[in-house]
């Protein structure tokens, strides 16, 4: 059934009668060279099926051995999320079939997790701070890749066959689990994005994951029930799995709650399964049956030993933790000396690391301020992605900056280089050097033009010679038009004047 033809109560009306209940489960994917219990690479977009050995296809007799980076990486995201580190934890077999599963489980960490009882303060957009429970950070294993064809959604309902690819099956994996947040009530779509938007922040900080949620190194469920209004018992819960941006995020809990609302509200029940988020109409629809913990048939994984994290170990861990975004943030608007508001604001767009990035990456902070809050903003609301999701790097905006300062290229002919990154046609200067970019210096190729163009327009040329020199402008425009944009404009203004004396 598509999610289109789901009734919907008016979100107002959800939150008059019902008390949402949220609970967000992102899967974040380790910045490793090699998978969590082989030595098979992780580089992403490789042919289908060259990055797998026995042990990651789960061959008879391949034996997993656990990866000491990834270990690490996983209790530096528990310090950094205030979580207590357990001093001996264990891995446990998942038991499910599924197709991009090859081994038929999945090897992950059940009662004895890594990291748990922690908590994430988050800034939401008025400036207000909501803190985020964090019941535990474990390390698991990610699946495959299944692609359906011949459908007409990519889902397997419809589709003739599908494709397997398990390059991506034992990709290490950090799984996040809230515990239910409660209290929100209309807030909960702004709470649930301003979530995952800090975790996201914090994660890339530590230099755990690049934390691409358009590549799925970053991929969140969405867990989310309704209680009527004064009542103590948790509603059933759905889970939107794989949503995969934050504004993807608030819209899916808000349609949740007011598809859920309408079904209750016509005496129906809410069942508990898995929904499929749909990023064209940000609805969802209905997926599996959602299983419970005991269906997974949980059993300690007999061919790892318990993961052992001495408190001197850890120690030395929580020193290399770097400078959280937020109090980056603080000291760096210092620095800007902007407002509380204009800081707010930055923020809000996602533009502040960013910013900082590009910064650091040699170009002035008023520059990358200027470039990602004007054009590339503009882009992403075009291309309708966060700014943070545009295909450009804050390093490679600060090499279009640069190229601006240097006089290689004009403020639109910088425009049209961004647009060429964007669209995928490679670096800055290769976007350059294809679309032959770079400004007109030869100053005969510029006066041909200026001479052209003063000969087109000699009521002009007469304005000029006779004191007018704002009249030089139609000119320059005229010699702009003729080089496509890659003159000079105040280089051509002084052949202009020169040749009107």
């Not at 000396?337 to 002035?364: C, F, H, P, Q």
């Not at 291309?383 to 290689?408: F, H, S, Y």
């Not at 004191?467 to 320059?476: F, N």
Request: aromatic fraction near 6%; glycine fraction near 8%; charge should be negative.
């Amino acid at each position: 059934m598509s999610a289109a033809i789901d009734e919907l109560m008016e979100f107002d009306d959800v939150i008059e009668t019902y008390d949402p209940v949220m609970g967000m489960e992102v899967h974040v994917e380790l910045g490793t060279a090699t998978k969590m219990f082989c030595g098979c690479p992780t580089t992403f977009g490789g042919e289908p099926n060259t990055q797998v050995c026995p042990a990651c296809l789960g061959l008879p007799g391949a034996l997993p051995v656990a990866n000491a980076a990834a270990v690490e990486s996983a209790v530096r995201i528990g310090l950094a999320l205030n979580c207590s580190i357990r001093e001996s934890s264990v891995f446990a077999r998942k038991n499910y079939f599924y197709p991009d599963q090859p081994k038929n489980y999945q090897i992950s960490q059940y009662d004895q997790p890594t990291s748990y009882d922690g908590y994430l303060d988050v800034v939401l957009t008025d400036g207000t701070t909501w803190r985020v429970d964090i019941e535990r950070a474990h390390m698991e294993e990610d699946t495959g890749k299944s692609l359906h064809i011949g459908g007409a959604t990519g889902r397997i309902h419809g589709a003739s066959h599908s494709l397997l690819d398990y390059n991506r099956a034992g990709v290490p994996l950090v799984e996040i689990v809230t515990r239910p947040i409660e209290g929100a009530g209309e807030r909960a779509p702004e709470i649930a994005r301003a979530y995952v938007t800090a975790l996201r922040d914090l994660l890339k900080s530590l230099n755990v994951s690049d934390v691409r949620m358009d590549q799925g190194s970053m991929r969140c469920d969405v867990n989310l029930s309704l209680k009527p209004k004064g009542a103590t018992e948790f509603g059933t819960r759905t889970e939107t799995k794989n949503v995969n941006s934050l504004k993807s995020v608030e819209t899916a809990v808000r349609f949740e709650m007011q598809r859920q609302a309408a079904v209750l509200a016509a005496g129906g029940e809410i069942i508990q399964e898995t929904r499929h988020f749909h990023e064209a109409d940000g609805t969802t629809s209905a997926g599996r049956r959602k299983e419970t913990a005991e269906d997974y048939r949980y059993f300690p994984e007999p061919d790892l030993p318990p993961v052992i994290a001495t408190p001197e170990w850890v120690y030395s861990l929580r020193a290399t933790l770097p400078e959280l975004p937020w109090v980056r943030r603080a000291r760096i608007q210092e620095q800007w000396g902007v407002s509380d508001e204009v800081m707010r604001d930055l923020v809000n767009v996602g533009a502040v690391d960013l910013i900082i990035e590009t910064a650091e990456a040699g170009a002035s902070a008023d520059a990358a301020r200027s470039w990602w809050v004007s054009f590339l903003a503009q882009q992403a609301n075009t291309r309708d992605v966060e700014l943070a999701e545009l295909a450009i790097t804050p390093k490679q905006v600060a090499e279009v900056i640069g190229m601006v300062d240097e006089g290689k290229l004009t403020n639109k002919l910088a425009q049209q280089v961004v647009v060429g990154v964007l669209d995928g046609e490679g670096e800055p200067a290769q976007v350059v050097a294809d679309r032959g970019l770079e400004v007109v210096r030869d100053d005969s190729a510029l006066q041909k033009a200026v001479d052209d163009a003063l000969a087109a327009n000699p009521d002009i040329a007469d304005k000029i010679r006779g004191g007018k020199v704002q009249a030089a402008g139609k000119i320059v425009g005229d010699v702009m038009k003729a080089t496509r944009g890659q003159a000079d404009p105040a280089r051509v203004k002084e052949l202009v004047l020169a040749a009107c004396q």
